[in-house]
């Protein structure tokens, strides 16, 4: 398992409710336009192959970075989640 956090920029409302949709069913929401996915290589591809399928290459902005398998993740400012609750999609060797 490997985490990439995607990212875009949608110029139309309508594409952009699509991507979002999509986005849902393969990653997690963490900020407006921002999403973490977890999971293989070989989900990613089919989850940004059918990000493509949507987006206007012209106009649209879609990004996908890797993040360090052993890198420090923290988070800065106000919580997204209530205190007391953590997060089990981490990697366990955080």
Known sequence: M???LIGYDIT???RL????????RYATPIEYSVFLFT????????CLA???ALIDPKT???R???LPERGLQERIGKATLPEGMHW???PSTL
């Not at 409710?17 to 849902?24: A, F, I, N």
């Not at 999971?39 to 089919?46: H, L, S, V, Y």
Request: glycine share 6%; hydrophobic share 30%; charged share 30%.
């Open 60 to 62: 649209d902005d879609l």
């Open 12 to 14: 139309s409302p309508k």
């Open 17 to 24: 409710q699509r991507v979002y949709r999509v986005l849902l």
């Open 39 to 46: 999971g293989t290589e070989c989900g990613k591809q089919r």
């Open 88 to 90: 089990s999609l981490l």
């Open 64 to 66: 996908c970075y890797p």
């Open 2 to 4: 490997r985490c990439w």
């Open 50 to 52: 059918e990000l493509l």
